[in-house]
């Protein structure tokens, strides 16, 4: 399996997992509110955060935008949907604060005008999000700009996920393994398919998580998961429909934590004797060989 490399991380068996907090729509469309959440990525120690992008005309019906649902931007969900979204200017100001930072960003863009305005940015690599997989002109405009590219499965069936990578090829490829409910139940997590993946498409897997808790993903990890990928929100309770399968900040910084312990326990798969154990062997075993 080739490794692939987003910015000056590589990706791939062996390799040091990627960390990514997704923020995605969780900023509320507050520029203070995203760049806070920047802040708190950094300091939880993870290595790239993730956005959503969206044209909104180009996305939803005239009928869907129209549909009645009370929120803090009006009574509409073309109110919701257009208050949520960040333009140019806030875009300027997270590209400076995640280089301050010393964290990586890109997005996840649901359409071709979308992906046009983030990679004015020079984005390290595009997030194909689960609802976008079976759109094969979408994967082409992305594929058409060169950038690494990973790719959520979530609510799709296996001959879905084989034409989109028939499409896209394994090139610069992730795939990353989901299930697209919020939050997700345990039940269905389904974490033995990370290892399913990996033999039938030869590409670095990864998981992107929306299940309440810590410890699925970090066994996601000891399964094989090459990236990591779970929602950030300063408090579960805010507003918002990610909220509640966000991860807060200090339990971020526990996950990065214990990703870290798995790396390091995982070792490399060669029987050895340590220098730690021969103390124990000298006492203890009674029949030496």
């Given amino acids: 399996m080739r490794a692939v490399t987003i910015g000056r991380h590589r990706i791939g068996p062996g390799e040091r997992v990627l960390i990514v907090a997704e923020i ?3 900023h509320n469309g507050s520029l203070d509110l995203a760049l806070r959440l920047v802040r708190a ?11 959503q992008k969206r044209t909104i005309d180009a996305v939803y019906s005239v009928e869907e935008l129209a549909r009645p649902r009370p929120t803090p931007f009006g009574m509409t969900n073309g109110d919701l949907k257009r208050g949520l979204e960040l333009g140019w200017a806030e875009y300027t100001a ?7 930072a010393g964290l990586m960003w890109f ?7 979308s992906v046009d305005f983030i990679a004015r940015f020079d984005p390290p690599c595009f997030k194909i999000a689960s609802p976008c997989l079976t759109d094969h002109d979408l994967l082409r405009h992305h594929r058409r700009l060169g950038k690494p590219l990973l790719l959520s499965t979530g609510m799709s069936t296996l001959e879905q996920i084989d034409a989109a990578v028939d499409v896209l090829g394994t090139e610069a490829l992730v795939l990353m393994h989901c299930t697209s409910s919020y939050p997700s139940a345990v039940d269905e997590l389904n974490l033995r398919l990370i290892g399913e993946l990996a033999q039938r498409y030869n590409v670095p897997i990864g998981y992107s998580g929306h299940e309440v808790g810590l410890s699925t993903t970090v066994a996601a990890v000891a399964l094989g998961a090459a990236v990591i990928e779970r929602h950030l929100t300063l408090d ?3 507003w918002g429909s990610d909220q509640a399968a966000s ?3 200090d339990g971020f910084a526990k996950l990065v934590k214990y990703v870290n312990a798995v790396e390091r326990a995982l070792g490399d798969g060669v029987k050895r004797v340590y220098d730690s154990e ?10 030496p060989r």
């Fill in 24 to 26: 995605g729509i969780n």
């Fill in 41 to 51: 990525a950094a300091a939880a120690g993870c290595h790239a955060v993730k956005f």
């Fill in 94 to 100: 997270i590209d400076a604060a995640c280089r301050d």
């Fill in 107 to 113: 997005a996840s863009c649901w359409d071709h005008a």
């Fill in 236 to 238: 579960r309770a805010m």
């Fill in 247 to 249: 991860v807060e900040p």
């Fill in 278 to 287: 021969v103390a124990a062997m000298q006492k203890l075993r009674r029949v």
